[in-house]
């Protein structure tokens, strides 16, 4: 007869962590420099350009060898965003890719 309010418990305690541990109701919270959200509004046709634009606004380190990336042409980034989101933008429909990414870096390939 003691073992169902104990069950209960165990089942109340599991809910409380959980809803402690879960994200804030507010949003994404950043993790890093690449998750900080900028203003934008960037035209450049190569992605070298680009991307030393979207680094130094931002801080956000982005990983690539420009020697077989750097002339890719890329999208406009225009908006308010995070620089992954913009480094997003920027590449989609290109041979671009995102091969990695850490709170402060983005590896583009």
């Known amino acids: 007869m003691n073992s169902v309010p104990l069950k209960c418990l165990g089942v109340m305690i599991l809910a409380i962590l959980a809803t402690a541990c879960s994200p804030s109701s507010h949003g994404h919270i950043p993790l890093g420099k690449c998750d900080v959200k900028g203003t934008y ?12 634009q ?6 956000c380190f ?4 420009l020697s077989r990336t ?3 042409h890329v999208n406009p980034v225009q908006g308010t965003m995070t620089i992954r989101e913009a480094v997003s ?3 989609k429909g290109t041979s671009l ?4 990414q850490k709170p402060d870096t983005i590896t583009v390939k």
Do not use: C, K, W, Y
């Not at 509004?41 to 030393?52: G, K, L, M, S, V």
């Not at 979207?54 to 801080?59: D, E, Y």
């Not at 982005?62 to 060898?65: G, M, N, Q, R, S």
């Open 70 to 72: 750097g002339a890719v």
């Open 54 to 59: 979207l680094a130094h606004a931002s801080g």
């Open 97 to 100: 890719t995102i091969v990695a």
């Open 62 to 65: 982005i990983e690539t060898d």
């Open 41 to 52: 509004n960037i035209n450049f046709p190569r992605f070298d350009e680009t991307a030393q």
């Open 89 to 91: 933008q920027a590449i």
